[in-house]
T-cell receptor, first 114, second 115 residues
């Protein structure tokens, strides 16, 4: 079974530029998460999807971040414009809808804003 | 709101000795609890989970965790540590009521196993 696939693995951009991250979850998983992880810290939820619906985006900085999950499968997270403080690892995860199931994570995208 | 606390930023242990990584939680209803491990430049890898039943759950690579409802804790343990266990460990929780399928993580504990 293929795992969660994220691209790109690394991205370096100048501040004020746009950037996008892509995630392909495990086939059949209803729930998709985007987390941000700062160095040495735990993942912080940005947005959670149930199928194509964003059900928890309270931590997403909506002035510059946006996300979509077309057809309830792949998802894209966008930042426009990027700021220096956005440098972090962006993790995508997916799981079944059942609360007792574990989430599976992709390898993440390391973003550096210079 | 649900939350997880990992009180130790770092745990050091000698190879062959038992290890414990601590976790306490706060959640609505009963908890579903998870442990993940992260190696450098990698995503999080699932180790084990507590859903219901036996308070001692066993997982990958010889790890186990003990659920204690009265102390709201879910400590990760291993009887004999290996150098290769050195990594960043995260505890996570979901509640059985409210919050939907939200999965909340602690801040992580760096485990260092030395020869």
């Amino acid at each position: 079974e293929a795992g969660v696939v994220q691209s790109p693995r690394y991205k370096i951009i100048e501040k004020k530029q746009p950037v996008a991250f892509w995630c392909n979850p495990i086939s059949g998983h209803n729930t998709l998460y985007w987390y941000r992880q700062n160095l040495g810290q735990g993942p912080e939820l940005l947005i959670r999807y149930e199928n194509e619906e964003a059900v928890d985006d309270s931590q997403l900085p909506k002035d510059r971040f946006s996300a979509e999950r077309l057809k309830g499968v792949d998802s894209t997270l966008k930042i426009q414009p990027a700021e220096l403080g956005d440098s972090a690892v962006y993790l995508c995860a997916s799981s079944w809808r059942d609360r007792n199931t574990e989430a599976f994570f992709g390898q993440g995208t390391r973003l550096t804003v210079v | 709101a649900q939350s997880v606390a990992q009180p130790e930023d770092q745990v050091n242990v000698a190879e062959g000795n038992p290890l414990t990584v601590k976790c306490t939680y706060s959640v609505s209803g009963n908890p579903y609890l998870f442990w993940y491990v992260q190696y450098p430049n990698r995503g999080l890898q699932f180790l084990l989970k507590y859903i219901t039943g036996d308070n001692l759950v066993k997982g990958s690579y010889g790890f186990e965790a003990e659920f204690n409802k009265s102390q709201t804790s879910f400590h990760l343990k291993k009887p004999s540590a290996l150098v290769s266990d050195s990594a960043l460990y995260f505890c996570a929780v979901r509640g059985t009521t409210g919050g939907g399928n939200k999965l909340t993580f602690g801040t992580g504990t760096q485990l260092k196993v030395e020869l």
